[in-house]
């Protein structure tokens, strides 16, 4: 699931009014979503922001496998980053590697399944 939010601005007294997108969110319950999202999608959403326009980019994992306490297994986690549009390759640089780390961490010593 992916959401995005937009703010709008409107300078008093004039007609002309500007909007930007501040906030994308990318919810999952399979770590291969995340894994292979097409960060591309992420910066078409904020390319007609001004390069100051502070963004949240937010990617959340949500463990739908049942609990089994006698093994190790991965939580729910978020990651989420605020910044400026300017800085929108840094950021979702960062956040692939986080996502990679884990997914990582998730299939070799945890062993529990990525689903299909």
Same mark, same amino acid.
């Given at each position: 699931m992916v959401l995005a939010s937009c703010t709008?601005?409107?300078? !008093?007294?004039?007609?002309?009014? !500007?909007s930007a997108v501040t906030a994308f969110k990318v919810k999952a319950e399979n770590l291969d979503e995340l894994k292979n999202f097409n960060w591309e999608t992420v910066k078409e959403m904020f390319k007609e922001n001004d390069g100051d326009q502070e963004i949240t980019l937010e990617f959340e994992f949500l463990n739908s496998i049942p609990s089994d306490t006698s093994k190790k297994r991965l939580d729910n986690f978020t990651f989420k980053l605020t910044?400026?549009?300017?800085?929108? $390759?840094?950021?979702?640089?960062?956040?692939?590697?986080?996502? $990679?780390?884990?997914?990582d961490v998730e299939v070799e010593e945890m062993e529990i399944p990525i689903k299909d």
């Amino acid at each position: 699931m992916v959401l995005a939010s937009c703010t709008q601005f409107q300078k !008093e007294g004039l007609i002309e009014s !500007e909007s930007a997108v501040t906030a994308f969110k990318v919810k999952a319950e399979n770590l291969d979503e995340l894994k292979n999202f097409n960060w591309e999608t992420v910066k078409e959403m904020f390319k007609e922001n001004d390069g100051d326009q502070e963004i949240t980019l937010e990617f959340e994992f949500l463990n739908s496998i049942p609990s089994d306490t006698s093994k190790k297994r991965l939580d729910n986690f978020t990651f989420k980053l605020t910044g400026k549009t300017s800085h929108i $390759d840094n950021m979702t640089s960062k956040l692939k590697r986080m996502i $990679d780390k884990i997914a990582d961490v998730e299939v070799e010593e945890m062993e529990i399944p990525i689903k299909d």
